[in-house]
């Protein structure tokens, strides 16, 4: 019966401990999920208003940076056209000498002199194939019409594809019409170094641990830390389509491209979009090692809470067991002390039967006596004298049986007192004379002195 108590306490005890397994996996769940999504907003925010910020610095230096070339284009030209004013007025004829010396003096990749019409007049460039390549920016009426404004400077960079680019500058010619063409070039490697370029912000960023960041200009992706985006278009890109539509530059949003989750976001700079999404496998990539770990912890604290409960129950156990031996220790001395006592009662019940017996049975001899000898008076006297005796022994015996009632409540004392030996033989005489006779026994009674 004990044993299916315990059973059943155990049971109990396990479902409760399962349920409240579940609870806390709910709720550590729960809690982790929400901290890891908080933290990859925080992330996402963060990082990209950055890059935001570091996008308007760079934009700030490179125009800063762009203007002071172009300026420097503007005065290397209009030394160009004072060099050739000067050769036409000392009577000097223009040609590729006069253009090779002033593009050595003053750096300069390549001049072009075209009449007002856009008709080359003359030309040098320490590149042929950089000529070819700046003849669709000469035939541009903002360049021509720069023929009939003396004072009017146009300037231009142009970009290439290969990172390079060319800085352009176009004024009159002084004194005849036309057209000075100057233009300094810079190889791609050059124009890294001289220009802060986006591309070298985001490659400090790793797509495992920080997601993906894209910064478009156009809508063409121009620089990404997955470089295999750059140079592709936004529309293609089915992820950057939802932010867009999205357009929330405070609060995150959850999208499913292809069965795959991602967290992304999206802000607006002056001149780029720029746009961040993570993976959920990046956003939740600690909440299963979180919950297992807080599932562990539980899992070892019900361990010790069922050591403990299971080693109290022991104790319990052993207390009681304890308990149950000293009490059948108890019982069994009681029970020996009952079977003693119940013993001594039979034994002294036996003695105090024959010891009854034995006065009365004098009594009763001694009335046998007086009634044969009713006319001798002595012998009448002497046999009332022996029942006297008889019953003394009697009351005596039936005031011991009261002693042992008093024994048994522990309410009575012993005492010692003198007696006379003398008389004690008289009275066992007269105990047990009568019998003696009726049995014809001869005895004597004497005193050795």
């Not at 541009?140 to 970009?159: C, G, H, M, P, W």
């Not at 008076?377 to 022994?393: M, P, T, W």
Request: charged content about 25%; aromatic content about 8%; overall charge neutral.
């Amino acid at each position: 019966m004990k044993h299916d108590k315990t059973a059943k306490t155990e049971k109990k005890f396990w479902i409760a401990a399962a349920v409240m397994g579940v609870v806390v996996f709910g709720l550590a769940f729960l809690y982790f999920f929400q901290m890891n999504k908080a933290q990859v907003e925080t992330l996402l925010l963060n990082t990209i208003n950055y890059v935001r910020e570091q996008c308007s610095i760079y934009t700030r230096y490179n125009n800063a940076s762009e203007s002071k070339s172009l300026r420097r284009a503007i005065e290397s030209n209009r030394l160009v056209s004072i060099n050739i004013a000067n050769k036409l007025k000392s009577g000097g004829e223009l040609d590729s000498d006069l253009l090779k010396k002033s593009i050595e003096q003053l750096w300069l990749d390549g001049i072009i002199l075209v009449d007002a019409e856009g008709n080359l007049v003359c030309q040098y460039s320490k590149d042929s194939s950089l000529f070819a390549k700046m003849k669709p920016y000469i035939d541009k009426k903002t360049v021509l019409d720069s023929a009939n404004r003396d004072e009017r400077v146009y300037a231009q960079r142009i970009s290439r594809n290969d990172g390079s680019y060319i800085d352009m500058a176009a004024s009159s010619m002084k004194d005849v019409p036309g057209v000075v063409v100057t233009y300094d070039y810079t190889p791609a490697i050059f124009a890294n170094d001289y220009n802060l370029t986006i591309q070298s912000l985001l490659n400090g960023y790793q797509k495992l641990s920080n997601g993906i960041i894209i910064v478009a200009d156009k809508g063409v992706i121009v620089a990404s830390n997955d470089t295999n985006l750059i140079g592709q278009s936004t529309v293609d890109q089915q992820v950057l389509q939802l932010l867009n539509n999205h357009g929330d530059s405070k609060h995150i949003l959850h999208m499913n491209i292809g069965g795959v989750y991602y967290y992304g976001l999206i802000l607006k700079q002056r001149k780029y979009y720029i746009y961040m999404y993570v993976p959920d496998t990046i956003t939740f990539w600690t909440l299963s090692q979180n919950v297992i770990t807080v599932l562990f912890s539980y899992l070892v604290i019900v361990v010790l809470l069922w050591a403990i409960l299971r080693r109290s129950r022991v104790i319990s156990i052993e207390k009681e067991l304890e308990i149950k031996r000293k009490y059948e220790k108890n019982l069994m001395e009681e029970a020996k002390k009952a079977e003693a006592a119940n013993r001594a009662k039979t034994e002294f019940l036996q003695r105090m039967s024959h010891d009854i017996r034995t006065p009365i049975n004098g009594i009763i001899g001694m009335l046998e006596i007086i009634k044969r000898s009713r006319t001798d008076e002595r012998k009448v006297d002497e046999c009332l004298d022996k029942i006297r005796i008889s019953i003394s022994h009697l009351l005596a015996l039936v005031n011991d049986v009261l002693d042992m009632s008093k024994i048994k409540d522990e309410s009575t004392t012993l005492e010692q007192e003198k007696f006379e030996l003398e008389q004690l033989m008289e009275e066992t005489d007269a105990l047990v004379s009568a019998q003696l006779l009726d049995m014809e026994i001869t005895y004597h009674a004497h005193r050795e002195r």
